[in-house]
């Protein structure tokens, strides 16, 4: 498992770096995005090419390239023809002389260390010539299923509300954004946590723990809803919805 682990290190450094010479030559931070679930997708080819391609790890990797080209895609449409995202754009300012330093440490290379972290549950189940479902496969696909409804169709809601909104303090209190004020984060935890217990039985698995534990910390204190959250302060509509509305896990609204 040493081995696999260093050379998908290696792997996703070179992958990293490769990346930020993209953003240099585009001028935009913001490739990183798209990056991220691509990166995952790199890592599945690279272990079905150099490990046995049984039942149980091709199960895992289709379910993350799922995710992953659906991610990329949404995210690649989304910024198409528009400046580079606020985060991007702050840090440029925030950062001076120090950006594009700053930028491969800080985004590409950090980015890399969290891609190879959470990917821990992909990489046991790629060593593990796994053949047989048990309980813990249809639980975790069932996870899987539930979470990547709620980013997939999350994240429509929000584009198609991005469109007809006349204002950008305007707030999205409709469809699964009435039961959660950030229902794709809460997919992409659950389809995290949903890939590890596919994994429970095998060799190894509770290393692979660290994986969906990583991204639920880095979504809910880190990079995720506290960055959105942090926009939206002193907009009185935003602070009326966050009384009656779950900020991650869905569930009905607070009477007012």
């Not at 300012?93 to 700053?102: A, E, H, N």
């Not at 389809?191 to 509770?206: D, K, Q, R, Y």
């Not at 969906?212 to 009326?240: C, D, H, W």
Request: hydrophobic letters at 50%; a positive charge.
């Amino acid at each position: 498992m040493g081995t696999t682990l260093f050379v998908v290190a290696m792997l996703v450094f070179g992958y990293a770096s490769l990346w930020f010479l993209v953003s240099v030559m585009v001028k935009r931070n913001d490739v990183a995005d798209i990056a991220w679930g691509l990166g995952y997708l790199m890592i599945c080819v690279y272990l079905g090419l150099s490990q046995e391609r049984t039942l149980v790890p091709l199960l895992v990797y289709t379910l993350v390239a799922i995710w992953a080209l659906r991610l990329a895609a949404h995210i690649y449409l989304r910024n198409r023809g528009k400046t580079e995202d606020f985060r991007y754009q702050q840090w440029r300012v925030d950062w001076g002389s120090s950006f594009y330093l700053r930028s491969y440490l800080q985004v590409y290379l950090l980015q890399g260390l969290l891609l190879w972290i959470i990917a821990l549950p992909i990489v046991i189940a790629g060593l593990s010539a796994a053949e047989e479902l048990s309980a813990y496969t249809y639980l975790g696909m069932a996870m899987w299923a539930i979470g990547f409804f709620f980013q997939a169709v999350g994240d429509y809601q929000l584009t198609q509300f991005v469109k007809i909104r006349t204002s950008k303090e305007e707030v999205l209190q409709t469809g699964l954004w009435r039961y959660s004020r950030h229902p794709n984060y809460f997919g992409e935890i659950l389809m995290w946590w949903g890939i590890f217990v596919i994994t429970i039985p095998l060799p190894n698995a509770w290393w692979g723990v660290i994986g969906p534990l990583t991204i639920t910390l880095l979504l809910v204190f880190v990079s995720g809803v506290p960055l959105l959250e942090k926009r939206y302060v002193g907009n009185p509509v935003y602070a009326a919805y966050q009384k009656r509305t779950n900020v991650l896990v869905p569930w009905f609204p607070k009477s007012r």
